[in-house]
């Protein structure tokens, strides 16, 4: 028997309930006593619970609840971890490393038949995302572990790619992967108030002795998806944008992240939008540039006007480009 068979069968006459003597599991196995100490220690090291009393009546046992608890997962379990875990590398997960350690020890020590059903589910799925810079794998574990542990960060961070480099303090609450970019979500001491900042701006990261008490009930994730929405401040009312389309192409506005949250009304064929004008003349239209004739523009006569306008740009671009 190899050294993984021979840790999961203590295992298993230690989940009988029973307390066993290294000399009892030793004649059990067929192995040296020594070994023995050297899988338990082994065990202990992977984080099994394992208990050592001494005495007359003494010998190894498991801790309670993980006696009660299944030892091994099932054929759906495995599947799903397997699964999750392909979604998390390609998110750009920072343990990146350590999670496929965790995957190829639960194909180790699962049995052959279900190691090919894993495989060939393994290989029926796909997850196709934009690959992150490995320098950033550093600064989300020092994220990671500054929001776990409640340690203030010292970063120096840059707004934006033409502006200069600020050095701020932040209390980290939390990690977002949104879009396939990494937030980081916390209290600014500069600003003196939660904000938001993307991890590949982050030009340098270190922690801090200094603690901090997370805000109860406190979700990052909240936070940032209410942030990346307009606030109607009310001095201005709503402006209503009618658009009439293909089914799919309606289909597919009314489901995107923003609009959605802007949807008044619906029909197969038309859906009607309320929001704030600016919102016109900054992102709205070079959006549904992209769906070409496939939609039409009933509302307003502004958006109308906009989209000709942008349109008219890009031919008077090409024509000095190509056309001499």
Not at 164 to 190: P, S
Not at 225 to 238: C, E, M, R, V
Not at 246 to 254: G, N, R, S
Not at 298 to 307: A, W
């Amino acid at each position: 028997m190899s050294k993984a068979d021979h840790m999961l069968s203590i295992l298993w006459l230690l989940k009988k309930g029973r307390r066993m003597t290294a000399k009892q599991l030793a004649e059990r196995l067929e192995i040296n006593i020594r070994t023995v100490y050297r899988y338990i220690d082994s065990l202990c090291a992977s984080g099994v619970p394992i208990v050592a009393d001494s005495g007359h009546h003494g010998g190894y046992s498991l801790l309670g609840q993980f006696n009660d608890s299944p030892l091994l997962f099932d054929l759906e379990e495995q599947k799903a971890l397997i699964h999750a875990a392909q979604f998390a590398q390609e998110a750009g997960y920072p343990y990146g490393e350590r999670l496929q350690q965790a995957v190829q020890k639960l194909k180790m020590y699962t049995n052959q038949e279900q190691l090919l059903q894993i495989e060939r589910h393994e290989q029926g799925l796909e997850v196709i995302g934009s690959s992150t810079d490995k320098s950033q794998v550093s600064m989300l574990q020092k994220l990671e572990l500054g929001a776990a542990d409640s340690r203030t960060v010292l970063m120096e961070y840059q707004k934006g790619y033409d502006s200069t480099v600020q050095e701020r303090h932040l209390d980290i609450y939390g990690l977002v992967c949104w879009r396939h970019k990494w937030y980081a979500v916390g209290f600014c001491h500069l600003r003196g108030s939660i904000r938001s900042f993307r991890v590949d701006r982050i030009v340098s990261l270190q922690l801090t002795e200094e603690r901090f008490e997370r805000p109860a009930g406190f979700s990052a994730r909240t936070f940032f998806l209410s942030n990346l929405l307009p606030k109607a401040d009310g001095a201005d009312p709503p402006i209503r944008i009618r658009i009439r389309g293909e089914e799919h192409a309606i289909d597919d506005l009314c489901g995107h992240w923003f609009l959605s949250h802007a949807l008044a009304e619906r029909s197969d064929t038309e859906a009607v939008f309320e929001m704030e004008e600016r919102a016109i003349h900054t992102h709205i239209p070079y959006y549904l540039i992209s769906y070409g004739g496939t939609i039409q523009i009933i509302e307003p006569k502004l958006l109308q006007q906009k989209m000709m306008g942008i349109v008219k740009e890009l031919q008077t671009y090409y024509e000095s480009l190509y056309v001499h």
